[in-house]
């Protein structure tokens, strides 16, 4: 007797089912971050360097505008350090935007336009929802204020936040970060 050799045998067919399960795992944990970071076609806002795996030039990832408000938005409604009363931001998360860039490190340089430089602990953005604002109570932030990005943290929600040691990560004027 002779078996029937167009059906697969059970083993072939195990193989191929999970051969195909990982092209799965792969396909949608490329698409969870992004297969592609495009071109900037507008003004650079943000660079992102360091240790990413996503880059649109040469060791860094370039953003305008568009690019930024892209990401999955994020709102925070709390007091600050230099503002009177509560403001509500708009922004993205940090964890967001280094979860597209398949970012890996234990720290982040942040850097300002005005030559400002402080280093954050990577883990400030799991264990708090950190935003960087692209606008304050609706308005677009500038560089002339406290824009083009402000790093915000959730300060009004835990009472940890309220310490001159996280006052120094809420860099304004931000316009780049570097992955370490
Ligand atoms: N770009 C930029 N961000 C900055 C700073 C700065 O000098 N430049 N100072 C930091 C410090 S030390 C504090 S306490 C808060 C508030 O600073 P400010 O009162 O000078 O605005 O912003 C932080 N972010
Ligand atoms: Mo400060």
């Known amino acids: 007797m002779t078996g029937d050799r167009r059906c697969p045998s ?25 297969e592609d970071l495009r071109q900037p076609d507008g003004a650079v806002v943000l660079e992102v360097a360091g240790r990413i795996e996503r880059t649109n030039r040469e060791g860094a990832a370039a953003f305008d505008r568009a690019m930024l408000e892209a990401l999955p938005p994020a709102r925070l409604e709390t007091t600050t350090v230099v503002t009177d009363g509560v ?7 940090m964890r967001d935007l280094l979860d597209r860039l398949g970012a890996q490190g234990e720290t982040v340089r942040a850097s300002a336009l005005n030559d400002y430089a402080i280093d954050i ?38 009472a940890e936040l309220q310490d001159l040691r996280y006052d ?8 780049r970060l570097e992955v370490r």
């Open 10 to 34: 059970p083993v072939a067919r195990a193989g191929r089912a999970a051969g195909l399960a990982l092209a799965l795992a792969v396909a949608s944990a490329a698409a969870a971050v992004g």
């Open 168 to 175: 120094y990560r809420w860099v304004w004027q931000l316009d």
């Open 87 to 93: 403001r509500r931001f708009d922004g993205f998360y």
């Open 121 to 158: 602990p990577i883990t400030d953005f799991m264990r708090f929802d950190v935003v960087v604002a692209t606008h304050m109570d609706g308005e677009r932030l500038e560089p002339r204020g406290k824009g083009p990005l402000w790093i915000v943290y959730p300060r009004d929600d835990h």
